[in-house]
């Protein structure tokens, strides 16, 4: 039997942290840690909430607004419009 959902079409949001991390191996200022380097210095402060945020600001539907010109989707008092 043939598949008969519509396809999906996959969206890459990008979420660059150079403001955030300064020069920082994940920005790609230095070599990528390999796998036997120490959790404590491959930690990203806030990768999790960053990550959480953006995906639910985009599934909200006010992502388009939001990604286009985040200053101007944002008000004084800091709330997505």
Request: contains cysteine.
């Amino acid at each position: 039997m043939p598949n008969t959902r519509p396809e999906k079409v996959l969206t890459v949001l990008e979420e660059p942290l150079r403001d955030i991390y300064d020069p920082h191996w994940s920005t790609g200022a230095d070599d990528v840690p390999d796998a036997g380097t120490p959790d404590e210095a491959v930690y990203l402060p806030g990768r999790n909430v960053l990550l959480t945020v953006k995906a639910s600001v985009f599934r909200s539907g006010t992502a388009p607004r939001c990604f286009e010109s985040p200053a101007r989707s944002i008000s004084a008092t800091g709330t997505v419009w």
